[in-house]
């Protein structure tokens, strides 16, 4: 397959441009990318705010056990909390308060009558425990309801269940616990750290994230531009090299049609017998002038839409029949018959334009073949269409896809152009490949048609 004219890419002029649609689809998209990660930055956050609670709370119960077990030691609440270097550094408050609500024992930074408004918003543990965060003091009020906090006394054991040596008796000094709250004011600088982390990193990531989104939205669009602005340059040089091709193409007709009617007027002038010496020379005019209008023809082929009208077409019957009219025989040698959905004209123009480049590759008639193969890509069933030759191959296999590119003097570079143009509008691809040995080989793959296929 020597016809180096094989051209192939989708010009980029077909394609609609909608810069609104565009611009309101990458707003919406921004938006919502903007709101996933403001979800993601609340989870986030809500994680870290969850876990600095779960550890304040854990140190409140530490330090109640070691509040507790300094109490085992000192008559006074005071002095056990003074005693202890992790107390006093913790603990701002600390005061025990009755039914009416006032202070029986009062000790550093706490209220001298306790009102019960704020515990009507917090609910209690099982075991009658109040949190209150104090975000003025950096600190936590730990509130405990001594009828539920303490177990109910044991009853003193009778003289004679005591031990009789004293070496086995503890003596613990602990002070009597009586009233209905105990109150500790416990300092919790991690937590409230993270208080204000979390709460300044919010707004901090929204504003963030909503610059980010809308700055790549930004360099989206304008990359968007400049891709339009060289896909543009591209058409024009294109356009450029059509014109050129078209100029080069039409002006060796118009040069031979001007030469053949000079030698029309010298035999009228001369008196001859133009009607009859003539003959060779109009013979000349006319296919100077259909070759003319194949060019036009196929440049407008080129140019117009691409997906035509579409219908069922049966493969190898199509296939079969062109070959046996260009080569005298089918070149079919092996296939698995189906069906595909592309308008009949526009594949017939393709299968012609592969088989006539075949011919003029150099390669004997006899060597160009064809197969037929279905295979499953990306789960839907395609035909491979593989029509071959042992001819020039492409020497610039990957400039054989420039749309009017060709290395024949006769050639225009638009044949293959307008197949692939026709195979793509149909959802299918066109390869190109050189074979081992020599000769080439053109691959149209297009999705298998069958009736419930979505058209």
């Given at each position: 397959?020597?016809?180096?004219?094989?051209?192939?890419?989708?010009?980029?002029?077909?394609?609609?441009?909608?810069?609104r649609?565009?611009?309101?689809?990458?707003?919406?998209?921004?938006?919502?990318?903007?709101?996933?990660?403001?979800?993601?930055?609340?989870?986030?956050?809500?994680?870290?705010?969850?876990?600095?609670?779960?550890?304040?709370?854990?140190?409140?119960?530490?330090?109640?056990?070691?509040?507790?077990?300094?109490?085992?030691?000192?008559?006074?609440?005071?002095?056990?909390?003074?005693?202890?270097?992790?107390?006093?550094?913790?603990?701002?408050?600390?005061?025990?308060?009755?039914?009416?609500?006032?202070?029986?024992?009062?000790?550093?930074?706490?209220?001298?009558?306790?009102?019960?408004?704020?515990?009507?918003?917090?609910?209690?543990?099982?075991?009658?425990?109040?949190?209150?965060?104090?975000?003025?003091?950096?600190?936590?009020?730990?509130i405990?309801?001594?009828?539920?906090?303490?177990?109910?006394?044991?009853?003193?054991?009778?003289a004679?269940?005591?031990?009789?040596?004293?070496?086995?008796?503890?003596?613990?000094?602990?002070p009597?616990?009586?009233g209905?709250?105990?109150?500790?004011?416990?300092?919790?600088?991690?937590?409230?750290?993270?208080?204000?982390?979390?709460?300044?990193m919010?707004?901090?990531?929204?504003?963030?994230?909503?610059?980010?989104?809308?700055?790549?939205?930004?360099?989206?669009?304008?990359?968007?531009?400049?891709?339009?602005?060289?896909?543009?340059?591209?058409?024009?040089?294109?356009?450029?090299?059509?014109?050129?091709?078209?100029?080069?193409?039409?002006?060796?007709?118009?040069l031979?049609?001007?030469?053949?009617?000079?030698?029309?007027?010298?035999?009228?002038?001369?008196?001859?017998?133009?009607?009859?010496?003539?003959?060779?020379?109009?013979?000349?005019?006319e296919?100077?002038?259909?070759?003319?209008?194949?060019?036009?023809?196929?440049?407008?082929?080129?140019?117009?839409e691409?997906?035509?009208?579409?219908?069922?077409?049966?493969?190898?019957?199509?296939?079969?029949?062109?070959?046996?009219?260009l080569?005298?025989?089918?070149?079919?040698?092996?296939?698995?018959?189906?069906?595909?959905?592309?308008?009949?004209?526009?594949?017939?123009?393709?299968?012609?334009?592969?088989?006539?480049?075949?011919?003029?590759?150099?390669?004997?008639?006899?060597e160009?073949?064809?197969t037929m193969?279905?295979?499953?890509?990306?789960?839907?069933?395609?035909?491979?269409?593989?029509?071959?030759?042992?001819?020039?191959?492409?020497?610039?296999?990957?400039?054989?896809?420039?749309?009017?590119?060709?290395?024949?003097?006769?050639?225009?570079?638009?044949?293959?152009?307008?197949?692939?143009?026709?195979?793509?509008?149909a959802?299918?691809?066109?390869?190109?490949?050189n074979?081992?040995?020599?000769?080439?080989?053109?691959?149209?793959?297009?999705?298998?048609?069958?009736?419930?296929?979505?058209?």
């Amino acid at each position: 397959m020597a016809n180096k004219s094989c051209a192939a890419r989708v010009p980029h002029t077909a394609r609609q441009k909608n810069p609104r649609l565009a611009s309101r689809t990458t707003l919406i998209a921004a938006l919502f990318a903007w709101l996933f990660l403001s979800a993601l930055t609340l989870l986030v956050l809500w994680t870290m705010r969850d876990r600095a609670r779960l550890i304040r709370d854990n140190d409140n119960e530490r330090i109640l056990n070691a509040f507790f077990a300094s109490l085992r030691e000192y008559d006074e609440f005071g002095e056990a909390i003074e005693a202890n270097s992790i107390l006093s550094e913790r603990i701002r408050g600390f005061a025990i308060y009755d039914a009416n609500l006032s202070a029986i024992y009062r000790w550093g930074k706490a209220p001298d009558v306790y009102t019960e408004a704020g515990l009507g918003k917090e609910n209690p543990t099982r075991f009658g425990r109040y949190t209150i965060p104090n975000k003025s003091g950096r600190s936590v009020a730990f509130i405990l309801n001594i009828e539920r906090f303490l177990p109910p006394p044991v009853p003193a054991r009778p003289a004679r269940e005591r031990p009789e040596n004293h070496h086995q008796r503890q003596i613990y000094r602990f002070p009597a616990i009586t009233g209905k709250y105990i109150y500790i004011d416990i300092t919790h600088p991690a937590y409230w750290r993270t208080q204000t982390l979390t709460a300044f990193m919010f707004p901090f990531c929204e504003i963030v994230f909503f610059v980010l989104m809308f700055y790549i939205r930004h360099l989206y669009l304008r990359n968007r531009g400049y891709r339009e602005r060289i896909e543009e340059q591209q058409n024009l040089v294109v356009l450029g090299t059509a014109a050129s091709t078209l100029a080069h193409e039409i002006k060796n007709p118009l040069l031979a049609i001007r030469l053949q009617t000079g030698i029309l007027r010298k035999l009228k002038t001369s008196g001859g017998n133009a009607g009859e010496n003539g003959e060779e020379e109009l013979s000349i005019i006319e296919e100077e002038i259909d070759r003319i209008s194949s060019l036009i023809y196929r440049v407008n082929d080129y140019l117009r839409e691409a997906r035509g009208n579409p219908a069922p077409v049966h493969v190898y019957n199509l296939l079969a029949e062109i070959s046996m009219r260009l080569c005298n025989r089918n070149i079919v040698c092996e296939a698995e018959d189906g069906e595909v959905f592309i308008d009949p004209d526009r594949f017939r123009s393709t299968l012609e334009n592969i088989i006539r480049n075949a011919l003029e590759s150099g390669c004997p008639e006899q060597e160009i073949g064809a197969t037929m193969k279905k295979t499953r890509l990306n789960g839907q069933q395609r035909i491979v269409v593989a029509i071959f030759d042992r001819g020039r191959g492409f020497s610039d296999i990957k400039r054989a896809l420039d749309p009017f590119y060709t290395t024949k003097s006769t050639g225009t570079g638009i044949g293959l152009s307008i197949s692939k143009r026709f195979i793509e509008a149909a959802k299918g691809t066109i390869v190109l490949e050189n074979r081992d040995g020599g000769g080439a080989q053109v691959a149209v793959t297009l999705p298998e048609y069958t009736d419930q296929t979505e058209l």
